[in-house]
């Protein structure tokens, strides 16, 4: 039997595939289409993973929150506050957020940028004349900019040792000049503790306010995180707090609430609710313009440094392309695809908040424990939202 040869249904089935093959080429490799029912299928599905890892990793509490242009999409609280009592984790328990602290300290002084009252390029001596490094040269170049990009040219976590041992802050800045420098201001990423809470001192001197009423006066109020806080006493003070827990012969106990990292406010000194990150996640995507303008955004999620540990860390490592840090803020090339982010780790809890900016879509994550559980939370939504199939390493098939 011989087949014949039609051209013109040749040329009909090949135009069909090549159609075919385009949209679905599309359609896998693109963020999918944003719809209602795309992200109630996402929240369910995230939903499940969050609380099988929970289960897993015996977590004692936390919250999520997921956010969508300006409106709360998803929002909870799950286990309980104190290992050995009832209290449930709710809406408006109070987490440590550490480092997730970082990116309130850059967008206010962003917005003192915006009001003319500081320049990313003004030394850090013009506003605290006694500092002082190890070179004279880089005493006199170090810049607002340098401090709030990690790029001061000290070697990583310089000092933050001895905020552990609960050594005084006045003491370790006078101990800066004693290091040797990696690099000059302005040429090498290397994280700091001590060093960005620098930003405190020179709010004061620009403004004659402390760094503590203005994140309250400028953020917490008018984006109506009021159970935001900074510091230990005002976290004693909450009555609907999540305890810290850490392992003790294999299993988690419930810690003491430890000063180390309150003493750098701008580093690691906020306190917050799930609630409140929500709606600081909103801000930060551009839902409240009154407060945080699109310039103030703009300035601290701009690319500055590169960051090549990143590259490293355990599960973003499978999309990672690429990794800066900004002003307090992480910048990823995640599969093709920007976010912004930034996590925090203090004994005994554990914070992450990342978003899309061009998606308008983030997630914030807190815990009442250490644990490496979570390192999963937002890669795996992030991969959940972009229709990206699950990596080798994931714990968790979607």
């Known amino acids: 039997m011989k087949l014949k040869l039609n051209f013109k249904k040749l040329i009909s089935l090949l135009t069909f595939l090549s159609i075919f093959f385009i949209h679905n080429l599309f359609l896998y490799t693109k963020t999918p289409p944003d719809s209602t029912s795309h992200l109630v299928e996402i929240i369910n599905r995230y939903e499940v993973f969050f ?167 400028r953020i917490f109020e008018p984006l109506g995180m009021d159970d935001a806080s900074l510091g230990k006493n005002a976290f004693i003070a909450a009555t609907n707090r999540a305890m810290p827990h850490i392992r003790q012969s294999f299993e988690r106990t419930a810690s003491d609430i430890k000063q180390a990292y309150y003493s750098v406010p701008a580093s690691a000194g906020v306190n917050a609710s799930i609630l409140d990150m929500a709606r600081w996640l909103r801000a930060m995507m551009g839902g409240a313009p009154e407060v945080i303008s699109s310039e103030v955004l703009q300035q601290v999620t701009t690319p500055l440094i590169k960051t090549p540990p990143e590259l490293r860390k355990y599960r973003w490592r499978d999309r990672l392309r690429d990794a800066h840090y900004g002003l307090g803020w992480r910048i990823y090339d995640y599969a093709g695809t920007k976010i912004v982010y930034h996590g925090g780790w203090v004994e005994g809890f554990r914070a992450e908040i990342g978003f899309i900016p061009d998606e308008k879509i983030g997630i914030a994550v807190l815990l009442n424990c250490e644990s490496m559980m979570a390192n999963l939370f937002l890669p795996t939504f992030f991969d959940m939202y972009l229709n990206l199939a699950a990596p080798d390493s994931a714990r968790f098939s979607y």
């Open 51 to 217: 609380q099988e890892i929970m289960e897993e990793w015996g977590a004692p509490g936390a919250a999520v929150a997921i956010v969508k242009g300006d409106r709360i999409v998803y929002i909870n609280g799950l286990g309980i506050r104190e290992i050995g009592r009832q209290e449930k984790v709710n809406i408006h328990t109070v987490f440590r957020l550490a480092s997730v602290s970082k990116g309130f300290a850059s967008v206010l002084a962003a917005l003192l940028v915006e009001d003319g009252i500081l320049n990313w390029e003004d030394k850090v001596i013009k506003y605290v004349p006694g500092f002082a490094l190890k070179k004279s040269r880089a005493t006199r170049n170090l810049t607002i900019r340098h401090i709030l990009s990690h790029t001061s040219g000290l070697p990583a976590h310089t000092f933050t040792n001895l905020l552990e041992e609960d050594v005084t802050l006045s003491d370790i800045f006078g101990r800066l000049k004693e290091v040797r420098l990696i690099a000059s201001p302005g040429k090498v990423y290397s994280y700091q503790n001590v060093l960005y809470n620098l930003i405190c001192d020179i709010v004061k001197s620009a403004t004659g306010k402390s760094y503590e009423e203005l994140v309250a006066e």
